[in-house]
DNA sequence: CGAATGCTTGACGGTACTCAAAGATTGTGG
DNA sequence: CCACAATCTTTGAGTACCGTCAAGCATTCG
């Protein structure tokens, strides 16, 4: 089979664990993936040497607590997780969710305080880097630094949309706009199956992520679902519609490029 | 008079062009001010290497059209000016307010594509660096990139707390909220006269920022203003009852960090 | 002084929120 | 394996917050 001009995201073999043993990274199962650009074996090595451990988080509990900073970086290998932050009285306001390949806990490095909390939606398993080896690694590896800005200027792009979505969008544009996005994000890493791609959330995390009450995006997602655009079944979500979705959420396919991976 | 433990911001001489001639950053008079951190010789003369030129941009006029990468980076030098995003039917959604030492136009350099357009609300001045430069400075000066990096994550935040606002906060809410926020601000890099901060915005710019319509937004300053909780005067804010609107805003006086300064 | 722009107010309607309770699904222990 | 609990989803009813429309007022500018 020849190539397309196109970078093709092609399914995967789900990797859940990152390769245990002293030289892990050589052997990472996320990287074989076109959605990470290709690295030199002397960057890989670099990454391979910060890395200190894996980590398992189970379904639902934290990975960064709120309020606290956190000592460690994480890479995310396998997983959904989710940004967010809570007010006083208990309000939620989801901030962006998390794949594999997202960089985890940066931006504590240089907050004056109050920062967001980190929870996991699946289990999800996190390759661990220490904070305090992050100005050495932008020292001794200023590629690598910059592949940590892109990533997090990918990151606030993401918040940029989801700040559109919360403060100019109705409802159902929300929602259409929630659901093609992550369809996108989970297919480019390659976790579609024949169409349907993993899918944890609850409605409350529908709700917390979109600016709406529980209610309102159940009757929201109701009706949108009797319309044929899309199926929810049991934890695995299908896109029937795309184009639909997209014009209703004024979304477009920008063709998302391949990100390094730390 | 001795130093308090506290970094003091005090108000500064009111920087309007950054200083011309060949070695303009070595007498940069937004440097002075206590809210950057200081910065060895060596990168002060790096950032002057890399910095190209001045620019005036007047109020209401474009620095960085939407959908277009900008070739230019820029710090702000002085003035206000916001970052905003547009959906096709023209709603518009304003990401966050920058203030004199915001870096702009970084995540174009990562974009997949469609960014964000960043609009004069005063008349500004901005340094200009050459986007291509970008990776050499990484490279060649680890330390800035680590800087760009505090920035860029200290911006996500700002983004991060204008979602919760307008996904989760009520009108008034989100009206103290963001009062309290340009108002510290804006006082930290010394902008502060005698209580009152220069505010050159039109009540569709605050509902374009917090997601309300213009009455709306209208209606719910009026109320807060009766309740003698701040004034806006002639293009000037005053802050009459701090307490009451950080309250209602939750929103708490995290001590704001000396910043890097590029 | 008239036009343009921005601010303010009232009236009205609709989207989305709250409250409440009934299904459906999942998990757990006997 | 079933029964029961717990959790999540769904629906209805009533309400409130906020949006839209419309028009008058204030300020600025040429």
Same mark, same amino acid.
Request: aromatic content about 10%.
């Given at each position: /089979? ?8 092609? !399914?995967? +073999? ?16 996320? @990287? *074989? %993936? ?14 391979? %040497? ?13 990975? *960064?607590? $709120? ?19 809570? +007010?006083?009285?208990? @309000?939620?306001? *989801? ?37 305090? !080896? ?20 990918? $990151? ?16 159902? $544009? @929300?929602?259409?706009?929630?659901? /093609? ?16 791609? $993993? ?8 709700? !917390? ?8 995006? %159940? ?19 299908? *896109? ?23």
């Amino acid at each position: /089979m020849a190539y397309s001009s196109q970078v093709q995201f092609e !399914d995967h +073999l789900k990797p859940v664990m990152p390769p245990q043993g002293p030289r892990p990274c050589e052997h990472c199962a996320l @990287r *074989i %993936n076109p959605a990470f650009l290709p690295i030199p074996a002397s960057e890989l090595l670099a990454i391979q %040497n910060y890395r200190k451990s894996t980590r398992v988080v189970e379904a639902g509990r934290t990975i *960064i607590e $709120e309020h606290r900073a956190s000592p460690q970086l994480f890479t995310l290998y396998s997983g959904w997780a989710f940004r967010y932050k809570t +007010l006083r009285d208990g @309000r939620r306001q *989801i901030l962006n969710f998390l794949l594999p390949g997202d960089f985890l806990g940066l931006q504590d490095e240089f907050a004056d305080s109050f920062t967001h909390g980190v929870e996991a939606a699946t289990t999800v398993t996190l390759c661990v880097f220490e904070r305090k !080896d992050l100005w050495e690694v932008f020292h001794t590896q200023p590629k690598l630094g910059y592949d940590i800005t892109w990533l997090a200027a990918r $990151e606030e792009k993401f918040v940029d949309d989801n700040l559109v979505t919360a403060g100019r969008r109705s409802a159902a $544009e @929300r929602v259409a706009m929630l659901l /093609m996005h992550l369809y996108r994000r989970a297919q480019r890493v390659g976790m579609e199956r024949e169409g349907w791609v $993993e899918f944890p959330f609850q409605q409350q995390h529908i709700a !917390d992520a979109l600016g709406l009450s529980l209610v309102h995006t %159940n009757k929201t997602m109701r009706s949108l679902q009797r319309l044929g655009l899309f199926r929810i079944d049991r934890g695995w979500l299908r *896109i029937l519609d795309p184009l639909a979705l997209q014009n209703l959420g004024d979304y477009f396919d920008r063709p998302l490029r391949p990100a390094p991976l730390i």
